[in-house]
């Protein structure tokens, strides 16, 4: 019998909801294929805060790095959003994926069949995408240093942040992209700003690198920031694989999951070079309609699906995870954020229950 620790990160907002049914979900699916999980559970975010007055406490940090995956939902809310920045919610997560190297943070943007009309763009544009982002995590502006306020020439208050990539960052994360695109038998669009930055440059230049002596099999384009920016609005069927650096991936991660209009649908999987990966849905904790039962659960869900796919080499169990996902949607169930015409309205814990009866109706893929 196979056996896993899980570390489980709830956060804020919607974040315990939808891990209730996702865990649900794991361990149905576990009883039927003979994993068994062994599920610690741990402060993040606001909770922590709350709890320990840090973001991200040390017992936390130690769990989950003695586990085989971390499963986090989301953090964050109005509550700490005016705390200074080593105090806000958002810095723990930061302190997690640092403190797990996990370098390399896999965003799919997929249109699934059945909610082509959920985008904002139209069907004949929207149908059909799938793009996987590979954003670097570890690297880039958000962790340069030196970074800080301080004082210019002229006297001013200033503020600066620094983004820098060494070689050894940009060659793994370049990997990564290629292998992706590889598998995926698609080709390779590394997003860049090399035209201003010289950090860009060097980016450039490695992926190159790495492409000829490597990978020549995988087609490679370069494309600037902003124009990618455009063209995944104007043309996302272009794309295949993007793989780019911390703040362009954030930023081109958003404007892919709208593309789904779903952002309520999308996981994502964060990979280090040995330890565990980090599991998570794109969207945030959404402290709106926290509590009220209306969260969409799915991302969550079909993170639980990427952690046994990515994180475990469950391969079976990930697949049943889908399929009950997509029995779910063809039966018309639909939480708010994916509501249309004709289709039944249910809340986050009863689509949790479709998804469990789903599961037992779904013949496993052999
Ligand atoms: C994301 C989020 C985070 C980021 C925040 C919450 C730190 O926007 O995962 O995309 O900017 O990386
Ligand atoms: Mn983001």
Not at 36 to 63: C, M, N, R, S, W
Not at 244 to 264: E, K, R, V
Not at 287 to 293: E, N, R, V, W, Y
């Amino acid at each position: 019998e196979r056996n896993y620790k899980v570390t489980l990160l709830p956060g804020d907002g919607i974040g315990p909801e939808i891990m209730d049914v996702a865990v649900n979900v794991m361990r149905a699916v576990g009883a039927r294929e003979g994993i068994k999980f062994e599920f610690t559970e741990k402060l993040l975010g606001g909770a922590a805060l709350d709890a320990t007055g840090v973001p991200l406490p040390d017992d936390t940090l130690a769990a989950c790095r003695a586990s085989h995956a971390v499963f986090l939902a989301a953090i964050g809310g109005y509550k700490w959003d005016s705390n200074p920045p080593h105090l806000k919610p958002e810095t723990g997560i930061l302190g997690l994926r640092a403190g797990l190297g996990v370098f390399a943070n896999l965003r799919p943007a997929v249109v699934l069949p059945q909610l082509a009309d959920a985008s904002t763009l139209k069907r004949e544009i929207a149908e059909g995408v799938d793009i996987m982002i590979i954003r670097e995590l570890t690297g880039g502006i958000y962790f340069g240093k030196p970074r800080g306020f301080g004082v210019n020439e002229s006297g001013h208050r200033c503020a600066y942040n620094n983004m820098v990539y060494s070689t050894p960052e940009i060659d793994r994360i370049a990997r990564v992209g290629f292998e992706t695109a590889r598998k995926r038998q698609g080709p390779l669009c590394s997003v860049d700003k090399a035209n201003i930055l010289e950090v860009s440059q060097l980016w450039r230049e490695r992926v190159t690198a790495i492409g000829k002596e490597e990978y020549p099999d995988v087609q490679l384009s370069h494309m600037y920031v902003d124009n990618a920016a455009m063209q995944l609005v104007r043309n996302p069927k272009q794309f295949d694989t993007i793989v780019t650096g911390n703040l362009f991936g954030d930023i081109l991660s958003d404007i892919s999951a709208q593309l789904t209009g779903s952002i309520g649908m999308l996981p994502s999987s964060s990979i280090s070079e040995s330890g565990p990966g980090l599991f998570e849905p794109v969207h945030g904790s959404a402290p709106d309609i926290a509590g009220k039962d209306k969260a969409n659960p799915l991302a969550q869900v079909l993170s639980a699906a990427f952690l046994l796919k990515y994180g475990l080499g469950e391969t079976k169990a990930a697949d049943l995870i889908e399929a009950a996902v997509s029995t779910a949607l063809d039966k018309g169930y639909r939480t708010g954020d994916l509501m249309s015409s004709g289709k039944t309205l249910v809340g986050c814990k009863k689509m949790g229950e479709i998804l469990l009866e789903s599961l037992e109706t779904t013949s496993p893929v052999t």
